[in-house]
């Protein structure tokens, strides 16, 4: 039987692909899977590299849909990353760091934005269909996504951004030149740029343009998330592991408990959050309204209401979610402290979203195995980030190659003005 999936809100079963194409399901929900399958942990753990792993993981969930042959393909194209685990010195002993930015745009993004854009190919291949990606994007999101859609047969992808209101290292990675998309610089703020793109998709005017979205809610995403907690978990055997996710929209972690759900062991997950404190306020057993946004240096994770949610509240019980998991909440200030004094004591350093998380180990918010080896996802590599970074430690993070060279090459990006005609006109031609 093939795993269907259904939305938060209903009934209705879907397939992968249909899930995968539609994004949201049509009542606003957010799909997750009928049943969990089983995961296969001897035989993903004898793997070894991580994108074999990555197969023999997503095989259990999309084997019925895409034959072996063509996921391999998929799984050794878009998986084929390094994932180093850096174990920490010192006063830091038994934590380690779980780098997830060796991809292409330096943010763990890229696994799922990369396995998504190739099994969204292959669905449309076998449908004889395309599809335009618009996504509207503050940061990391739009990156993966150009990236890891370009220059796939049948997918096109328009990305908006608020011109000006990016840090320069994102806005060079938005607008690098790219195979099939375009960037598209909107006079206005991200709130202007996400209500293009909803009118978008409503706008009868545009009813023969087949539209998709690839934003952190798409099921095709999250999948992929699951591979490096598998990953971790194979190179600490046999000790329990503990995971501790910056957050944000939490599909990172969503992602971590569906893999736990489907057999994978842990000892905890530990959410750490910055000033956007919803999960937090959740788990504390407070008040558990969404706040609007609130800028911070760690702006990955700037999320007053993350939608993500609806899909673990879905996935656990109240009960079990407080038990499994833990949060804590991390300011500026103390996201800067965090960059320096793991740098002080250890050398290492962290990127202001991976930070929160080191910060957020240290307090000890781990709570009911303090002992169990702890896993900090790194989320996205400091020279993302270089202006919070060498304001914290006086000097600038090194810059991988791959990120100079993209600095250097040629742009293509487009001024528009915050209307949907604006986006109507880019769209039709
Ligand atoms: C997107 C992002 C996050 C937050 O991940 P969620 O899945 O939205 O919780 C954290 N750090 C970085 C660097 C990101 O790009």
């Known amino acids: 039987m093939p795993i269907t999936y259904r939305s938060t809100r209903g ?7 249909e ?7 049509p009542d606003g929900g957010l799909y997750v899977p009928d049943a969990i399958p089983r995961m296969p942990l001897e035989e993903a753990c004898a793997a070894g590299t991580f994108d074999e792993l990555g197969f023999r993981v997503l095989e259990t969930w999309l084997g019925e849909e895409i034959e072996d042959e063509t996921l391999r393909c998929i799984t050794q194209e878009a998986l084929n990353l390094p994932v180093p685990i850096v174990p920490l010195e010192g006063v830091w002993k038994g934590i380690r760091v779980m780098e997830l930015f060796h991809g292409p745009t330096l943010s763990f993004k890229d696994f799922g934005a990369r396995t998504m854009a190739r099994c969204m190919k292959h669905i449309l291949e076998t449908r004889g269909e ?42 060079r990675q938005l607008i690098a030149e790219r195979p099939g998309v375009c960037a598209l610089a909107v006079a206005g703020d991200f709130d202007d740029c996400q209500r ?17 979205s690839a ?65 937090p306020r959740v788990l504390w057993g407070g008040d558990a309204a969404f706040a609007p946004t609130v800028r911070t240096i760690s702006n990955a994770m700037d999320v007053g209401a993350p939608s993500n949610f609806e899909r673990l509240a879905t996935l656990l019980d109240p009960g079990r979610m407080r038990t499994l998991i833990r949060a804590e909440r991390v300011s500026d200030e103390e996201t800067i402290a965090s960059i320096r004094r793991v740098y002080d004591e250890t050398g290492y350093v962290a990127d202001p979203h991976t930070a929160v998380g080191l910060e957020a180990v240290r307090r000890g918010g781990g709570g009911a195995a303090p002992h169990a080896p702890t896993v900090v996802l790194a989320t996205a590599h400091p020279a993302k980030f270089p202006e919070t970074v060498a304001g914290a430690l ?31 006109e880019r769209l039709r031609a």
């Open 11 to 17: 009934r209705e079963s879907v397939s992968f692909a």
């Open 19 to 25: 899930a995968l194409l539609r994004g949201l399901a």
């Open 130 to 171: 395309r599809v335009t990606i618009l996504v509207a994007t503050s940061g990391d999101t739009g990156s993966a996504v150009a990236d890891g859609f370009a220059g796939q047969d049948r997918i096109e992808v328009v990305l908006l951004y608020p011109k000006g209101k990016v840090s320069p290292v994102q806005e």
């Open 196 to 212: 293009m793109v909803k009118a978008a998709f409503v706008d009868p005017a545009l009813a023969g343009v087949p539209l998709s």
């Open 215 to 279: 934003n952190s809610i798409n099921i095709g995403r999250l999948l992929p998330q699951m591979l490096y907690y598998v990953w971790a978990v194979r190179s600490l055997r046999p000790a329990p592991v503990r995971f501790c996710v910056p957050s944000g929209n939490l599909g990172n972690l969503t992602a971590g408990i569906l893999a736990h759900l489907s057999g994978m062991p842990v000892s905890g997950f530990l959410a750490a959050h910055n000033a956007n404190d919803f999960f």
């Open 394 to 424: 006086g000097f600038a993070p090194k810059e991988p190659d791959r990120l100079a060279a993209l600095l250097d090459g040629p742009v293509a990006v487009e001024d528009v003005s915050p209307t949907l005609e604006a986006l109507r």
